[in-house]
């Protein structure tokens, strides 16, 4: 009877470590579930894709006064490509309202102020007979428009 009871005590203790078990591995699978659902909840949260944003900005910019890839990128590109890397990896939305706000809003805010700090002498002496080129292809096109308005119904 001894053995017999050994044998016993020794199927349940395999009883409860396979169940334990199992309930450790639901456990597991449950918190990965709720993991994975609560980072799909929050990747699309407007704060979090704000966050993101501005944190992919700075990265660009602080690339831009680094390093020698960042300055021959410029910050702009060098957040685009971080942003394209981001998103494919899955850790940013493809589409969001917060997107939509800053093309909607602040780009057009910061299109001016990028002009006003730029020296328009410097660029017209800078760029030369390219900036002649560019001027009469930009009036012929204007002429070439108004022109034909007429000529097609």
């Known amino acids: ?54 944190l992919l900005s700075v990265f660009g910019i602080s690339l831009e006064k680094r390093t020698t890839i960042g300055k021959a990128l410029s910050a702009p590109l060098a957040t685009m490509a971080l942003a394209l890397i981001v998103a494919n990896l899955g850790l940013m939305p493809f589409s969001s309202p917060v997107y939509e706000f800053i093309n909607r809003y602040l780009i057009p805010l910061a299109i001016p102020l990028l002009l006003y700090d730029s020296d328009l002498k410097r660029v017209i002496t800078d760029t030369g007979s390219l900036f002649l080129a560019f001027i009469l292809g930009a009036l012929s096109t204007v002429i070439a428009t108004i022109c034909s308005y007429k000529l097609i119904p």
């Open 1 to 54: 009877t001894r053995c017999t009871g050994t044998t016993n005590n020794r199927n349940r203790y395999d009883y409860a470590l396979s169940v334990a078990g199992s309930a450790t591995m639901i456990a597991s699978q449950t918190a990965t579930a709720s993991l994975l659902t609560q980072l799909v909840q929050i990747k699309h949260d407007p704060f979090y894709v704000l966050s993101s944003v501005l």
